[in-house]
């Protein structure tokens, strides 16, 4: 077995070369050309198959450990770490994890060799359809791609929660606020929050959420106006002058979704490794952590100048960021608003008017952009019993009544009525 020598096609190659070199069938420098080494390792290379004979083309490192090899102690203790503490971490998060809180040095391409040969699972990209690219907006806050993601956030240690996240489309910029559910209130307050960060953008780009976009039919005020009926969301993006556009599918989005699975990977096992289990705890979390992301995974746009617009004094973001409902007025100047009574102290002459209840807890009410003066009324009177009406089955005459006999034909009473006729006549 030790005349036995293990040779891949590329030494084969240079051994046949060689050998014909040193039969002088070709030169050393036509050995050279075929292949593509310099005369010096042409002349290195027969001399060593001269000395050594066929195995003079084999490298001499080959079956040696690497003096880089890590030792067998520490890569037990890599992969126990990735077992037990890391469990379920790519190769990527895992030697990231590994340096950050470990201090130990290891490649994501050495990691993912240990996995498959220890047979750690890990989850892979999945293949995806191809589709067309599309170029990132020029400027920083021309555009904001936002949708909120249902997922199971704290592995089964609190409750289900939702996830409202704003990336810039031009520099991939990330903003994100865990919320109870997805709605119209959750949608505001995350929006109030993003624009006293950042500003407010120009546009914003969303789906077709119940939330986002009013699935109810156009009023005949609409209609004539020729426009599509608004959500709440819309209405308050309006006001501030944000362009709202609503995408065809979830794939016409794909910033945001792939921020998502990201985030479903990353995030999830960072706040495992915190031990996170509510709202509170997260959204403290992500105070700390969106910074260190933002500027690991950021991108510089492609023409210098921020779009968004500062939140001037000039603009309240409470107001128009609320949730807006018409109430009818009655004629004692009340009206009935989510089971409670109020009493408005302006004399206004109107049928309807406006209930606003604004992100910071505020309820206005409101005529044609004026506001009125209101108090609620603790207590709504309590109307008198009203005697309870008694409906009784109606009466149905039996078949065996006078009424019944004297008026049916061949009854003696009709046949004395129909002679008294015939005399008569």
């Given amino acids: 077995m030790e005349d036995i020598l293990t040779m891949n096609q590329r030494e084969l190659g240079r051994l046949h070369v060689a050998r014909k070199a040193i039969d002088k069938c070709i030169k050393q420098r036509e050995a050279a050309g075929i292949l593509a080494l310099s005369e010096r390792q042409i002349r ?29 102690p520490l890569r037990k203790r890599i992969v126990g770490l990735c077992r037990a503490r890391y469990a379920g971490f790519n190769p990527t998060l895992a030697s990231e994890k590994l340096l950050e809180r470990q201090k130990i040095t290891i490649s994501r391409e050495t990691l993912r060799q240990w996995f498959i040969a220890d047979g750690i699972a890990y989850q892979k990209r999945k293949a995806r359809p191809h589709r067309a690219w599309r170029q990132r907006k020029a400027h920083c806050g021309e555009m904001v791609q936002m949708d909120g993601s249902h997922h199971d956030w704290f592995e ?14 031009a520099t991939s910029r990330v903003y994100a606020r865990f919320y109870g559910y997805e709605g119209t209130f959750p949608a505001m307050d995350s929006f109030k929050r993003y624009a006293l960060k950042h500003g407010i953008p120009a546009s914003i780009y ?8 009013s699935k109810g039919k156009a009023t005949v005020e609409e209609q004539l106006q020729g426009r599509e009926p608004l959500s709440e969301f819309e209405r308050s ?49 992500l105070r700390r952590y969106l910074p260190c992301f933002n500027k690991r995974f950021g991108v510089e746009p492609m023409e210098q100048g921020d779009l968004h617009r500062p939140v001037s004094a000039g603009i309240d973001l409470d107001k128009a960021l609320s949730l807006r409902t018409e109430r009818a007025l009655r004629n004692d100047f009340t009206i009935v608003h989510e089971g409670r009574l109020y009493q408005i102290e302006d004399t206004i002459r109107a049928d309807k008017v406006i209930v606003e209840d604004c992100l910071n807890g505020k309820r206005l009410i409101t005529h044609k952009g004026r506001r009125l003066r209101y108090r609620e009324i603790p207590q709504r009177p309590v109307k ?10 109606p009466f149905v005459i039996p078949k065996d009544h ?6 049916l034909p061949g009854s003696p009473r009709f046949e004395v009525k129909e002679e008294a006729l015939t005399s008569a006549l």
């Avoid at 004979?53 to 030792?71: L, N, T």
């Avoid at 794909?254 to 960072?270: A, P, S, V």
């Fill in 44 to 72: 290195r290379l027969i001399k060593r198959v001269r000395e050594e004979s066929d195995k003079g083309v084999i490298h001499r490192s080959r079956g040696k450990a690497s003096h880089r090899a890590i030792a067998g």
């Fill in 156 to 169: 089964g240690r609190g409750k289900p929660c939702v996830l409202m996240g704003y990336i810039d489309d």
């Fill in 206 to 213: 969303l789906d077709r959420h119940a939330a986002y976009k």
């Fill in 237 to 285: 993006l309006e006001e501030l002058g944000v362009r709202v556009m609503h995408a065809q599918s979830a794939p016409a989005k794909g910033r945001i979704e792939r921020l998502f699975r990201t985030f479903q990977d990353r995030l999830i096992k960072e706040m495992r490794l915190q031990g996170i289990k509510d709202i509170v705890g997260a959204n403290e979390f």
């Fill in 384 to 393: 008198p019993p009203q005697p309870r009406t008694v409906y009784k089955e």
């Fill in 402 to 407: 006078p009424w019944r006999r004297f008026r």
